[in-house]
């Protein structure tokens, strides 16, 4: 059974940070690329950043040099370090990891809630 757990989510005011973090249980870690995709009420589902196998990165550029994503294969972990929060960023986070070899296998995690407001 594959299982992908985000933690982390939580309220803050607008300039603060959080970090997600997100536990995986399927085997073959290493093997996945992993990313965080967000969604805002009554907004569509967005990718927000992209750490593949090889630990490249990729960013939306609305949160370009604000947010860091990093995994960390050991733990079957990957995280977000989100820094100088907007109200704009409030939305559910959500953890997923796709195998690059199979499109088909694609797997998505509950979610985290993240509130930024005064």
């Known amino acids: 059974q594959v299982q992908l757990v985000e933690s982390g989510g939580g309220s803050v005011q607008p300039g603060g940070s959080l970090r997600l973090s997100c536990v995986v249980s399927?085997?073959?870690?290493?093997?996945?690329?992993m990313g965080w995709y967000r969604q805002a009420l009554g907004k569509q589902r967005e990718l927000v950043a992209t750490?593949?196998?090889?630990?490249?990165?990729t960013y939306a550029d609305s949160v370009k040099d604000r947010f860091t994503i990093s995994r960390v294969n050991a733990k079957k972990t990957v995280y977000l370090q989100m820094n100088s929060l907007k109200t704009e960023d409030a939305a559910l986070y959500y953890c997923?990891?796709?195998?690059?070899?199979?499109?088909?296998?694609?797997?998505w995690g509950q979610g985290t809630q993240v509130s930024v407001s005064s």
């Open positions: 750490i593949n196998r090889g630990e490249t990165t």
């Open positions: 399927l085997s073959g870690f290493s093997l996945y690329d």
């Open positions: 997923t990891a796709k195998c690059y070899a199979s499109p088909a296998s694609h797997y």
